[in-house]
């Protein structure tokens, strides 16, 4: 099994030649990194059918031994982690393909690149962990790379802030993480995950560890409160949202839920929090998106909604749903920000009342982008719909009924805005000043939108009943699996909202049917969801101006005493060194000297040693 | 006993005898010229000794004088070699070779590098 | 007697291509010459493959004056390393002597360091000693300028002083023992009262091999010929014969005088405490790079000096550990140097201001070795320390190890000065500065590696069995 330790190694081995050349590689520095990343993709496949073969392989070499402290490094692998790679380096692999054309003539084309290796690299790595120490360090690897991604144009100031705002928000989650971690080796005495999870905990120290982890997962997949990074963070580059907002990183957090279930399911306590706060975000970034007019905030906060409803999948036991979401939203989510870009690439604009009836024009994209769309509505048989399914079948079925009811009303919203968003920008008829120069995006982009496109349509199947449930059998694998039966009255009421969620975008936005007065502008509603809850400003007032005037005091406090005090101790001790410079006389025979009188000084001390005088 | 203490006066007279001679018909022979430059002081390699302590001598001196040293020590190493050789046999003859042939290989280097020549 | 001859084999590759090479430079033009580096190179990596197989054989040779261990066979394989690093490095330097004489000297010097590390007798290691430091004397004063003479003299004067001083402590052990052996110097002192006499042989060995070490207060030497010397010597140096004067130190006392241990143990403490602080607090003073990295080796040699003061296994592994890890970042800053000088920059701090635009790849190497000299994770330094001062803890050595603790800290003030040079002040020109091609392979392998043993210890420590 040594060929996955190649899976994590290749992306590594394309940043390093990247940054050593990638100036002089200029335009091909794309094709090692595809090169790396498609080898990464081909090997995970391998791992996957292994892993559907039922091999299970947990590597590990002693990373560091201090005392009775030992840290392992490994991989694991597992039907889960097998999954997640094939995600993570399809995606990958998709999105570097359509950067070729999208970043095309870009001065820091290299570098882009290289960030790209190494950002897979890390969630790879993140994946693939045998022990949580390794989780943590691929964590925080994986929000260096958005970092550096997302604010990749960090000559525009919002790009920089925004890449900032990321990676300061999900640092709070991560704290809780990181506390959780050391709570967790206080009282197993052991990170490794394996033997972790064959621990019996009491329930109490379960839900406190597993919730400190959901704070992790809080703040990387943008979950209530935390979300506020996720529709800022939009300024990177679009094929970088695919892939790090749509698929990979911001999965992190729900992939850690999902890793550490068995601890989660041990805390009770735990998993309700996880359902509660799953639903509140699904809920809220659905209605928010209802409002947005920025066609990538509008995908962004669907992916905060759609990430809550993995949650909630995961919160109510539901674990195969969740994770089956999980991949699913992947493929068509990465399939939407990659349209998107397309969109944008066409109009630069990403407004969306400026864009209008460029299905004529865009053929591929706008095909490709409708069949995300029918994915993430959950229109049978698109991918959405049997995941999405399945969540609300688990909440239903677990006695959630609250969740189950807020969960159905946010599909009815989540197919509101996507067909709002899909009548405006692909039909009706042109708007704003794009003009005649629209045209479809070249074949190196589009080859990836069919490519996910045929995914959404497919991807939904292997977890449906036709194909009897493959997916679930072979997740849960490793946890026991349940007994499956369907459920038509939630299915029925799941197909009839998204329905509804599409007829209704249909009369407001390409009929003229419904009076104007209907939705309007002005009341309370539609001003508290423009303003996304005024959750940034809450936190503009309630902790960064604070912060800000308690740094402010506590700057002068440093400044004058810290700094003093410092400084003090500086100068005494550079006098010191100033004064030693006298030693060195520069004279050999002082030199000498000196030699012979300390052989007689050590003489004398060593004959003190034995008592001799 | 005895026959070491006669065989060691014998060495002891003859040297004796031999230094005698040899200054005593140097004293007879001579003939008596005086100059100067027989007076000064001499020491081997520079003439004028009474001077500034600091003078320069050429550094050529100092390179014959080294490498002069080095075969000398050879030699030292050489003699309590000879007289054991027979029983250490052919290895120890070739570890001599080598060792000869490394301190060759400096005079060589010298050579090469032009310091033998004395202008 | 019957020897090994494959158990001599690095050295004895070392030998015949230093012959070699100085018969290269006695018969082939100057053109040809360049060749001489890459001879060289090849000859060292041979000797390193030669090596590889004398992993975890143990054995004598010549009468049980040459030992070869695991400890020997580690250090063998660090100088062969950081040697075949300085050479790579230096292979398109401009020269100031030959180019066959100065590798073949180098050459020399590696092989007398090698004698060392294996040295089982107090003639041996005499003699491999000044196997070691008489090729040094000749490169330091291999420029022709004052600085580089004064320092070589003063290297050459100081050096004969130590080595009589050694000398004549070698010279009282044998008096009360009758032996020069290490163990049967150990076998006839065992089971008897220490006498002073023989102290005053041992504070004698100590104050030898710790002037070759660059120990306080016998360090006088090491600022002054790291300045003064040309740069590809002065980054020889710094791993070269240090690496000789420690491996002497782990076999010599340990083994011979391990009667005395505790007495031996405290003088170490004694010089490592001086060392560090007055390293330290003299580095503060400099404005010279090179000055200021000879005042850090000083340094730095107190906190190796920590493992021989801890007197066990663990404090020798943690300390051969802790001198690779030293080794490879005071290598890679002075060859950073080498770099910039090359290409006419000064060696004041204040002429690397802005090095970063100039150069980033070299100011971003520079950074990375003096984080790793300072001790900042996750360069390989932190990781020495933290082996070598949980040594010390380990065996109750708690003040040393806060005092290498705080010296860490002051050490921070000098290395941060010449960062901050590089990234926060402006250049005078915006100059690209070129780097050769080996030059600049040798500075990636070196951060490499830094990085590599900062992230993974346990691939090194793993082969010492720590």
């Known amino acids: ?613 | 006993m005895i026959s070491e203490i006669i065989y060691f006066s014998v060495f002891v007279a003859v040297g004796l005898t031999v230094v005698v001679l040899m200054l005593g018909l140097q004293k007879l022979l001579q003939t008596k010229r005086h100059s100067d430059a027989k007076l000064s002081v001499y020491e081997c390699g520079n003439i004028d000794v009474v001077s500034d302590p600091r003078i320069q001598i050429k550094m050529r001196y100092y390179i014959f004088g080294l490498l002069f040293i080095i075969f000398d020590v050879e030699m030292i190493f050489l003699f309590p070699w000879a007289v054991v050789f027979k029983s250490l046999g052919l290895v120890a003859l070739i570890e001599m070779l080598v060792f000869i042939m490394i301190l060759l290989l400096g005079l060589l280097y010298a050579w090469r590098k032009g310091v033998l020549k004395w202008t | 007697m019957q020897i090994e001859w494959i158990n001599l084999m690095p050295e004895l590759m070392i030998f015949g291509v230093a012959i070699v090479v100085l018969l290269g430079e006695l018969y082939l033009s100057a053109n040809a010459k360049r060749i001489l580096g890459v001879v060289s190179l090849l000859g060292i990596l041979a000797a390193l493959f030669s090596l590889t197989s004398l992993y975890g054989v143990e054995a004598t040779e010549f009468m049980d004056m040459f030992s070869i261990d695991l400890t020997a066979t580690v250090l063998k394989g660090i100088l062969l390393a950081t040697t075949a690093l300085v050479v790579l490095a230096t292979l398109r330097s401009r020269m100031t002597i030959g180019e066959g004489e100065f590798f073949s000297m180098m050459l020399f010097s590696v092989l007398g360091t090698m004698f060392m590390a294996s040295a089982n007798d107090l003639i041996m290691l005499f003699i491999a000693l000044e196997l070691t430091v008489l090729p040094a004397y000749i490169l330091v004063g291999s420029k022709k300028t004052a600085g580089s003479a004064e320092a070589a003299l003063k290297y050459f004067l100081l050096g004969l002083v130590a080595s009589v001083i050694l000398l004549y402590g070698m010279s009282l052990v044998y008096g009360l023992t009758g032996q020069t052996n290490f163990t049967a110097i150990a076998n006839a002192l065992a089971g008897q009262a220490i006498e002073p006499l023989l102290l005053v042989g041992m504070v004698m060995i100590v104050v030898g091999l710790g002037f070759k070490v660059a120990a306080v207060p016998f360090h006088f030497w090491a600022p002054d010929v790291y300045e003064g010397a040309p740069v590809p010597v002065a980054s020889f140096l710094a791993v070269g014969p240090k690496a000789g004067g420690f491996a002497a130190l782990i076999h010599f006392f340990p083994v011979a005088l391990a009667v005395a241990a505790p007495i031996w143990a405290g003088l170490f403490a004694i010089l490592a405490v001086l060392s560090m602080l007055l390293g330290n607090l003299a580095a503060l003073a400099q404005t010279q790079v090179r000055r200021l990295l000879g005042y850090s080796a000083v340094a730095h040699t107190g906190y190796l000096l920590v493992g021989l003061a801890v007197a066990d296994s663990f404090g020798y592994t943690a300390l051969i550990f802790y001198f690779l890890v030293y080794s490879l970042a005071a290598l890679g800053s002075f060859l950073v140097i080498l770099a910039t000088t090359e290409r006419g920059l000064g060696e004041n701090v204040t002429d690397f201001a802005g090095l970063f635009k100039r150069a980033p790849m070299l100011a971003f190497a520079m950074a990375i070795f003096l984080f790793s000299l300072v001790g900042i994770p996750p360069f390989a330094g932190f990781m020495g320390k933290v082996y070598l001062f949980g040594a010390a803890v380990r065996s109750d050595l708690i003040w040393l190890a806060v005092i290498g603790v705080l010296n860490s800290v002051v050490s921070f003030g000098y290395y941060v000065t010449v960062i901050r040079q590089m990234y926060l002040v402006n250049p005078t020109t915006d100059d690209a500065v070129t780097v050769s091609k080996p030059l600049y392979l040798s500075i990636v392998l070196i951060m490499a590696a830094v990085v590599f043993l900062g992230v993974y210890p346990s691939a090194f420590l793993s082969i010492i069995n720590l």
């Open chain 1, 1 to 613: 099994m040594n060929y996955l330790s190649l899976i994590v190694l290749l992306p590594v081995l394309s940043f390093i030649l990247l940054i050593v050349f990638g100036k002089k590689l200029g335009d091909k520095a794309a094709h090692l990194s595809i090169a790396a990343v498609g080898a990464a993709f081909g090997l995970s496949v391998k791992a996957l059918l292994d892993a559907m073969g039922g091999a299970h392989a947990d590597l590990s070499f002693t990373w560091l031994t201090i005392g009775n402290l030992k840290l392992t490094f490994g991989l694991l692998l597992d039907p889960l982690a097998a999954m997640m790679l094939v995600v993570v380096t399809f995606v990958s692999l998709l999105v570097q393909l359509f950067s070729v054309g999208y970043m095309h003539g870009d001065k820091r084309y290299g570098w882009f690149y290289a960030c790209l290796s190494m950002f897979t690299a890390s969630m790879l790595l993140l994946v693939f962990s045998s022990n949580f120490v390794q989780m943590y360090m691929a964590w925080e690897g994986v929000g260096l790379f958005s970092y550096l991604l997302v604010g990749f144009w960090f000559e525009k100031r919002s790009a920089s802030d925004a890449a900032k705002k990321a990676f300061m928000v999900t640092r709070v989650g991560d704290l809780g993480f990181g506390i959780g971690l050391i709570i967790l080796f206080i009282t197993a005495g052991t990170l490794d995950m394996s033997q972790v999870f064959a621990m019996k905990f009491a329930p109490e120290t379960a839900s406190l560890i597993a919730i400190l982890f959901f704070f992790g997962a809080i703040g990387k997949s943008a979950q209530f409160p935390l979300h506020v990074w996720l529709p800022d963070a939009m300024e990177g580059p679009t094929p970088v949202s695919a892939l790090i907002h749509a698929a990979t990183m911001v999965a992190a957090g729900v992939y850690l839920v999902a890793r550490a279930y068995p601890l989660f399911e041990q805390g009770p306590a735990a998993m309700e929090f996880v359902a509660i706060i799953g639903t509140i975000t699904a809920f809220m970034a659905a209605t928010i998106a209802l409002t947005a007019t920025d066609i990538k905030k509008i995908l962004a906060y669907s992916t905060v909604s759609q990430l809550g409803y993995m949650m909630m999948g995961l919160g109510v036991g539901a674990f195969a749903a969740g994770t089956f979401h999980l991949m699913n939203h992947a493929f068509f989510k990465a399939l939407l920000f990659l349209g998107a870009g397309s969109v944008i690439h066409a109009v630069h604009s990403q407004e969306i009342f400026d864009m209008g009836g460029l299905s004529r024009k865009m053929k591929i994209t706008s095909l490709t982008f409708v069949i995300g769309g029918l994915a993430l509505a959950g229109i049978p048989p698109f991918s959405g719909f049997w995941s999405k399914d399945e969540i609300l079948l688990g909440a239903f079925e677990s006695g959630h009924t609250a969740i189950f009811a807020i969960g159905l009303l946010t599909a009815l919203f989540t197919a509101f805005y996507t067909f709002r968003l899909i009548f405006v920008v692909f039909f009706g008829k042109p708007r704003g000043h794009h003009g005649d120069h629209v045209h479809e995006s070249p074949a190196v982009m589009a080859v990836p939108l069919m490519l996910l496109a045929a995914l959404a349509l497919t991807s939904g199947l292997l977890g449906s009943p036709f194909m009897g449930n493959a997916y679930q059998s072979f997740i849960l694998g490793g946890h026991g699996g349940t007994e499956h039966h369907i459920n038509y009255l939630v299915m029925g009421l799941s197909i009839g909202v998204a329905v509804l969620g599409i007829f209704g975008a249909w009369l407001k936005y390409s009929t003229n049917l419904l009076p104007s007065n209907v939705m309007s502008k002005n009341n309370i509603i539609y001003q508290l969801l423009v303003n996304k809850y005024y959750i940034d400003e809450i936190y503009e007032y309630t902790l960064v101006k604070p912060t800000h005037a308690i740094a402010r005091y506590v700057l002068t406090f440093d400044q004058r005493v810290i700094d003093g005090a410092v400084n003090g101790v500086a100068w005494v001790i550079s006098r010191i060194g100033g004064g030693l410079k006298y030693l060195q006389t520069g004279y050999a025979q002082n030199y000498a000297l000196v030699m012979v009188i300390s052989v007689v000084v050590l003489i004398i001390w060593s004959f003190r040693a034995i008592q001799l005088f």
